[in-house]
């Protein structure tokens, strides 16, 4: 099974918003509620950003967001800081393979 | 606060067993909530989910990495394991232990990591 595409880099200056996406199919994206978004720091565990599509765990700034149309997930990350730069992986629950994940997207703050 | 503590060689030559265990601060290693699982970043790529093990014992596997795998899980110790057999250069990559919430597919607690690398 493929993994959910995302664009390998994105980039913003401090103060804007960026969007990431994450396609899959309806096997897995479009057919579930259950998309999470990670933030990974070089050298550090992933850490959930989103999960359940849109919802954010406790503790995590409202600047990250989450939405979802068709087999594409989307994560936004509003008002851009320097802490925000990172990797950042989708995930989904998958009918034919249980989780896939995205391939990662490189956010660079300008 | 869960913490989840990894432990195993860093260094595995070719055609041999990796073997890490994982080992949970509190007692949802034996909640039916919670899905035990291994996780692997090879250097450069995307993450690769590898396979969980529940409570009970009951395991799914990456279809990909199936032949080669075997996990245990010890509620007793609070610990669960991974053995991955025949590796190659191929299998190099960080190796991580997580909790999964069984109700959201969510990773909501990682191990701090291991570097495995197949090396002669």
């Known amino acids: 099974q493929s993994a959910l595409t995302q664009p390998a880099s994105v980039s913003g200056s401090p103060g804007q918003s960026i969007t990431i996406s994450c396609t899959g199919t309806s096997s897995d994206v479009g057919g579930y509620n259950y998309v999470s978004w990670y933030q990974q720091h070089p050298g550090k565990a992933p850490k959930v950003m989103i999960y359940?599509?849109?919802n954010r765990p406790s503790g995590v700034s409202n600047r990250f967001s989450g939405s979802r149309s068709g087999n594409t997930a989307t994560l936004t990350i509003s008002g851009l800081q320097a802490e925000d730069e990172a990797d950042y992986y989708c995930s989904s629950y998958s009918r034919t393979s249980h989780v896939l994940f995205g391939g990662g997207t490189k956010v660079t703050v300008l | 606060q869960v913490l989840l503590q990894q432990s195993g060689p860093g260094l595995v030559r070719p055609s041999q067993t990796l073997s890490l265990t994982c080992s949970v601060s509190d007692g949802s290693i034996s909640s039916g909530a919670y899905y035990w699982s291994w996780i692997r970043h090879h250097p450069g790529k995307g993450l690769e989910w590898i396979g969980y093990i529940y409570y009970s014992g009951s395991t799914q596997y990456n279809a990909s990495l199936k032949s080669r795998l075997a996990m245990a899980i010890d509620t007793s110790k609070s610990q669960f394991s991974l053995k991955l057999s025949s590796v190659t250069a191929a299998d190099t990559a960080v190796y991580y232990c997580?909790?999964?919430?069984?109700?959201?597919?969510?990773?909501?607690?990682w191990g701090q990591g291991t570097l495995v690398t197949v090396s002669s």
């Open positions: 997580a909790r999964e919430d069984g109700s959201r597919t969510t990773f909501d607690y």
């Open positions: 359940d599509v849109s």
